[in-house]
């Protein structure tokens, strides 16, 4: 019966995380629907909780042309990547790291998108910001640099912000901010806070909890089976 348990156990775990993604989605419209952070108050909240989901207006100015791009991503089954650029916010703050949006990758992996970076002048973006989640395979940043168009290009594997401020020589702030509106740019912002839905979570609980229930009723006849073959005491 250690198969019967195992799938229950899966099952039970499925549940768990459903309850808890239930939990975040309703955090997050919590979040989307409070007023936005200013950038102070974002970097001290997240020096001790996640602040995905937090709405955050920020005056800004780009620190350079150069643009970051995060490999291996899908939006809509086509794959490609996500561009960012930094921008600053005062002298003395952590630059942020500003979405620009996903752009499709040629088969060919030498050529990269054409992409115009935001001008530097002073803009005030308005958006949500996100943490993505740490990858346990790999947190490496495995990043290329390239030159294009009069600007750097990096492409990197992984958004871990401590190794890319690392790259660029200057502190990051530990979150990203997608905006609701890009100055120049009309890019795609997919928005994926939740990888599985707690809808996900228990459909996949009901689909280990029907296997345990299907395990259980075949063991339960190959044992009415047995037990109807095997021979029974001469009583006299």
Known sequence: ???????????????????????????????????????QSLLNLANND???????????????EQILLLDN????????????????VSESQPWLMVELGFVGANKDRRILPALTPMPNQPYE?????????????????YAETFSMNNHEVIRFQNLN?????????????????????????????????????????????LQWFTMAAVFLGLMLWIGFKTLKKSPHPITK
């Open 161 to 205: 912000l401590v190794a890319l401020a690392e790259k660029v020589g200057h502190e990051l702030a530990p979150a990203v901010l997608q905006p609701d509106v890009t100055p120049t740019m009309t890019l795609a912002k997919p928005w994926t806070p939740i990888p599985l839905s707690a809808q996900k979570h228990q459909g996949y609980a």
């Open 50 to 64: 996640p602040v995905t989901g937090y709405r955050l207006t920020v005056d800004t100015i780009a620190v350079s």
């Open 125 to 141: 973006l308005t958006g949500r910001v996100y943490q993505k989640q740490t990858n346990p395979l790999s947190e490496a940043l």
């Open 1 to 39: 019966m250690s198969v019967f348990s195992i799938l229950v156990k899966l099952g039970l775990w499925q549940l768990d995380r459903a309850e808890y993604k239930q939990a975040w989605q309703t955090t997050l419209a919590e979040r989307q629907a409070a007023s936005a952070l200013d950038y």
């Open 73 to 88: 991503q899908v939006h809509n089954g086509q794959v490609g990547y996500l561009a960012y650029q930094l921008v600053k």
